[in-house]
């Protein structure tokens, strides 16, 4: 069955995450490789149409990767049917105008995350585009990495017993900007312009928990601000109002407890930039973003705590690697393939603006609980309790 390919409006390309993870390694991965496949075998291909404020920087864009289409005029590209999906990159100040507008034009909406500053206007963004019967997404990359996917298969298989906690680090050390150029944008570090760790990954850890462990039920985090000033990018000095810094911990349904540390004042002591480790009565793992290491119970050492003798044995020798069951694929790439199914022929996808929304009310009660300095309970939020 031949199918017309399917018009992507790109809204913020020409940044950080636009530009490398949705465009150059999804949409124009799939592309290359002749389009998305849908269930009866057939292709459907992919078409982008590049949005931003400057021209010269669409059209160098638009050369440099064979794009024939770019505009300005987000408003004449949403009025065109051309282009049946809308695709949200910007920062999040930006986002629910331009949501609200490609709800009003229709289209099919795939977002970056988090979906709005607040978790009110997150959840008006979901009740609005229901209510227009159009079908939403959010980003949730991290579920579709090999490690992910790893642990996954070992919570389905039954593998951990029953699961009794999850303790996770993330994070880097973020160069202040005066004697080495920081790697990620100055923004990320004001508040006034919608920075902050917690704003940016108690959104991950939302859908993270929810969907490999259970519901988060309460949180209590303590959010700071380790390092009070940054240089931006023009060599200027500013304050920096946003945490750099969260200890957080999730009781979830079920009883799992998880500890989550995400900090941009960390150096690396680890394998991968990120690393959880799950305890359960039949076997442990720890996992990364691409690794995973498992330790059965009849496998399980015996240590003993001697403090007066030096440490001989080699507790990291005691874990089993997990072998790669498939070839590694981007995770941006595989959920924009599921998004797209789920446009052309309603193949399931499950990561709506409800789930965005869940995101955002866990960052803001987050902040409630650092301020407070006491544990805080989050309500249901779906369709049918938004």
Do not use: C
């Amino acid at each position: 069955m031949a199918h017309a390919p399917i018009g992507i409006i790109m809204n913020g390309a020409t940044g950080r995450m636009g530009y490398r993870q949705h465009l150059v390694r999804s949409i124009l991965a799939i592309r290359d490789q002749g389009g998305v496949r849908l269930s009866d075998g057939s292709l459907v291909q992919v078409e982008p149409l590049l949005v931003g404020r400057t021209e010269s920087k669409l059209a160098e864009l638009a050369a440099k990767h064979g794009i024939e289409h770019y505009t300005t005029d987000l408003d004449a590209a949403l009025a065109d049917p051309r282009w049946q999906i809308y695709g949200d990159f910007l920062v999040t100040k930006a986002r629910v105008a331009a949501i609200e507008k490609a709800i009003a034009a229709g289209k099919a909406i795939y977002t970056e995350k988090p979906t709005a500053e607040t978790f009110e206007d997150a959840l008006e963004l979901a009740r609005k585009a229901d209510a227009a019967g159009i079908k939403h997404g959010v980003v949730h990359d991290k579920l579709y990495l090999p490690g992910l996917l790893k642990l996954k298969r070992l919570i389905d298989s039954g593998f951990f017993g029953r699961i009794l906690s999850v303790r996770g680090e993330f994070g880097y050390w973020v160069f202040e900007g005066d004697w080495a150029p920081a790697q990620r944008p100055s923004w990320n570090y004001r508040k006034e312009d919608g920075g902050g760790i917690v704003v940016d990954m108690f959104a991950h850890w939302s859908y993270v928990l929810e969907n490999l462990f259970g519901r988060v039920e309460s949180v209590y985090s303590r959010a700071v601000t380790h390092i009070p000033e940054r240089t931006d990018e023009a060599g200027a000095a500013y304050p920096a109002t946003a945490d750099d810094a969260a200890y957080a911990v999730f009781e979830l349904e079920g009883g799992v407890i998880a500890q989550l540390n995400s900090s941009w004042t960390v150096r690396v002591n680890r394998k991968e930039l990120v690393e959880f480790q799950v305890d359960g009565t039949h076997g442990s793992a720890v996992v990364g973003l691409f690794g995973a290491k498992i330790q059965p119970r009849n496998a399980t050492p015996r240590p003993t705590w001697n403090p007066d003798l030096p440490e001989t044995h080699d507790y990291a020798g005691d874990w089993l690697e997990v072998p790669d069951a498939e070839t590694p694929e981007n995770g941006f790439k595989r959920q924009w393939e599921q998004f797209i199914r789920h446009v052309v022929e309603d193949a399931p996808h499950p990561y709506d603006f409800y789930a965005g929304a869940r995101g955002v009310l866990l960052a803001e009660k987050g902040l409630e609980s650092s301020e407070s300095a006491r544990r805080v309970d989050l309500p249901l939020v779906g369709r049918d309790n938004g």
